[in-house]
DNA sequence: TACCTCCCCGCAACACTGTTGCATTTACCC
DNA sequence: GGGTAAATGCAACAGTGTTGCGGGGAGGTA
């Protein structure tokens, strides 16, 4: 399903903000900041108008949003193959380029609360270092020992 | 162990500022923001002074932090009576009053990630609404329905 | 087509968290 | 008590995210 359907299927006006705004989020898979959303997009954009665009996305569920270790949003789209999507699986987010990841291979693990407590939603982030990172350091490591 | 004990055996510079901080995060056993912080010490302690001494208490492994669902960080400190601590626990946070707690009952779980990648740490935060604003809402709907 | 209304967009301004550089002051060791 | 390295306070800055407001465009109605 393309951005304009998807707009069209939730009635939501489907602008070329949102088209535009939507369609990298479709086309990169992992969650991204508004600052590489916006990196992505043709340059002039207005800053406020894609905060409110990705709340938009968020809010009418066709995105979900996790927090990064720097405490920004980022925002991820997947298709509706995924069971459990949008949001419900934890991410990981590698200290070293940024990049985070949905781990949509596993659901979020079950934790016992207070009783009483009214539990809307979890978050989980593993951090670390990502595959392509540990290969770049271990090459700079290797280039250096020559 | 009070806050001079705790900042000696580390070999950190026991100074009021730094004793202060730190009592004001044994004493209260959740995760406060650096408003939070600020807000229980003396008029007059300096913004950036808070933020240099919460992470100097992070990175010695005395408190430990997490982030709230506004991509704040919190800082809290459990005496060594818990195993896992400093930080080794999901947390919860109160949508309502924003208020954070430590779920110590239970371990951060296993989460499975690709091959290759190093782990670092993990990050857990349920979010609701916690028992006292639950109680609180109900309240104010039984006086309203009156 | 003309009009009208609602919603989207862009601009300006703001609040807040967190960081950096630098000069001054302080705690600790001798 | 003096010297030194570290801690503090101040000013300034960067970045994220929000709010208010006016203009303009899309869509509906007559």
């Known amino acids: 399903m393309n951005a304009w359907e998807i707009l069209e299927r939730k009635s939501i006006r489907a602008t070329p903000a949102r088209k535009s705004i939507l369609e990298v989020l479709l086309k990169e898979r ?17 800053r406020v108008t894609l905060y409110r665009t990705l709340l938009l996305l968020f809010k009418e569920g066709i995105v979900h949003r996790v927090l990064d270790m720097k405490g920004t949003w980022r925002f991820c789209a997947h298709d509706s193959g995924h069971p459990g ?13 940024g ?7 596993s659901n979020l693990p079950f934790v016992e609360v207070e009783p009483g407590t009214e539990v809307e939603g979890k978050h989980m982030v593993i951090y670390g270092v990502c595959r392509d990172c540990l290969v770049k350091r271990t090459k700079k490591r290797g280039a250096g020992s020559l």
């Open 30 to 46: 992992c969650p991204l900041s508004y600052r590489e959303v916006a990196a992505r997009l043709p340059e002039g954009q207005d």
């Open 85 to 97: 999507c949008p949001g419900n699986h934890p991410h990981f987010a590698c200290r070293v380029c």
């Open 99 to 105: 990049r985070m990841e949905c781990l949509i291979g």
